[in-house]
């Protein structure tokens, strides 16, 4: 089993950073892919931002690419979402998820792919 817990949430003003942590604990050493997803009221969780955890390989939204930024420790243990010149539209509750197996780049960004979820964390952004 492997839990998550997000941290770093919060209102911001558009324009501006936040940056985003999940502490993994259990047996993350199963975990091949982690990611960051979003849910805003009244829509469809999407998939922002996934990281291969051996070969770290990066894969993000149209929607956010050039903005935000996935990275994990060397542990394998903290995974971070970096958030730049955040908009309105980033508003949403924000989820990490972990699997232990293995997706085509296609599908990365689906969340019935991943088995482990975090809690969530609240992003406000604010015009």
């Known amino acids: 089993q492997v839990q998550l817990v997000e941290s770093g949430g919060g209102s911001v003003q558009a324009g501006g950073p936040l940056r985003l942590s999940c502490a993994a604990s259990?047996?993350?050493?199963?975990?091949?892919?982690m990611g960051w997803f979003r849910q805003a009221p009244g829509k469809e969780r999407e998939g922002v931002a996934v990281i291969y955890t051996g070969a770290r390989t990066t894969y993000y939204a149209d929607s956010v690419k050039g903005r935000f930024t996935i990275s994990q420790d060397n542990a394998k243990s903290t995974l971070y979402l970096q958030m730049n010149s955040l908009e309105p539209e980033d508003t949403a509750m924000y989820y990490c998820a972990a699997t232990s197996g293995f997706a085509p780049v296609s599908r990365v960004l689906f969340d019935s792919l991943y088995n482990y979820w975090g809690q969530g964390t609240q992003v406000t952004v604010s015009s």
């Open positions: 259990g047996r993350t050493s199963s975990i091949n892919l």
